[in-house]
């Protein structure tokens, strides 16, 4: 379901601070607009300034990018492109869409930034120990090292002619939901841009997307929430007046399974096999969403990796509770 208001403050893992505004009674006049739907699995919000004719245009152009990404990268449908290249490349290499191709582009881009933390070949792990079958014991340490032989991008056959995917090990399997939603975010703003809105943000449960600031504004300021229960935030000087960037927040608190009565967080350490226990979560503000995606996925798995992306022009913040 849509929502549609002339109001709003993106809420969610990152907050993006209240700024006034008041309702214009010209539709034609530029206002404040906030469409609020469910998609990928949380809650996105579209928070823009434009004339309603050109937001309700944006507003579908960005929806229909989303579902796009859905459609292709959903693990959770048999039918989507990400399954169905699952389920064949072992046996001869698939031919991916155009969409899927520039995905696993930026994939293995980020596992080659990220010297490896960054793997989209953990579906197999993500697997055993419970994130997408449910189970409530602990996997054995030697059933672990037996699915780790099946993760690594580097083995991965790509072929950057035709475009197709083939996987040398049977058994491997991609899950690119640690980058799909930074893209998607990414698509859904330059889809937003082209109907003409150029000042507002995309929140993708808590991946943000901003442009250009609101009338009258320097830019965003941005506040991390703790990685923990409560509903404390932290500000940080390098969070204030953003804009045309991509924002990302990454941590083991929200998503997470129960085995044998002890809590693993979602995100998975593709070098030992488990999930990552720290307690900290990495937040980056990078040029786009989805290099913001895999960053954070990346610097909370190896916080030595924050000092590359600075070098990189990252902004990189480690937050404990």
């Not at 949380?42 to 229909?64: G, H, L, N, P, R």
């Not at 989507?80 to 869409?97: D, G, H, I, V, Y």
């Amino acid at each position: 379901m849509t929502k549609r208001t002339a109001c709003g403050v993106i809420l969610a893992v990152l907050l993006l601070a209240g700024m006034a505004f008041s309702l214009r009674g010209n539709r034609e006049s530029p206002e404040r607009w906030s469409i609020r739907f469910t998609t990928m699995g949380t809650i996105a919000c579209f928070d823009w300034y434009a004339t309603e004719k050109v937001s309700d245009e944006a507003s579908a152009a960005a929806q229909k990018a989303f579902q796009e990404v859905i459609d292709c990268c959903n693990l959770r449908d048999e039918k989507s492109e990400l399954s169905r290249l699952n389920a064949t490349a072992e046996k001869t290499p698939f031919a991916c869409s155009d969409v899927l191709w520039a995905i696993l582009l930026e994939a293995r881009r980020a596992y080659c930034e990220s010297e490896g933390a960054f793997d989209v070949t953990v579906k197999p792990l993500m697997d055993l120990w419970g994130f997408y079958r449910k189970q409530e014991k602990l996997p054995p340490p030697e059933k672990i090292a037996k699915v780790q032989s099946l993760v690594g991008l580097e083995r991965v056959v790509f072929d950057d002619a035709k475009h197709t995917v083939f996987f040398p090990v049977k058994g491997m399997a991609l899950d690119l939901d640690g980058i799909a939603k930074g893209y998607a975010l990414d698509r859904a703003a330059d889809a937003a841009k082209r109907c003409g809105v150029s000042q507002g943000a995309l929140d993708l449960g808590g991946n943000l997307r901003l442009l250009d600031p609101f009338p009258g504004k320097k830019g965003f300021s941005v506040s991390i929430k703790m990685p923990d229960s409560s509903d404390a935030t932290v500000k940080q000087s390098e969070l204030q007046q953003l804009a045309n960037v991509g924002i990302s927040t990454s941590g083991n608190y929200e998503r997470f399974v129960v085995l044998d009565g002890k809590r693993y967080g979602h995100i998975l350490n593709a070098k030992t096999g488990r999930p990552a226990e720290f307690r900290y979560s990495a937040t980056v503000v990078a040029p786009d969403a989805v290099t913001a995606d895999w960053a954070s996925t990346s610097c909370y798995l190896r916080p030595e990796l924050a000092a590359k992306f600075r070098r990189m022009g990252f902004i990189v913040i480690l937050v404990e509770p």
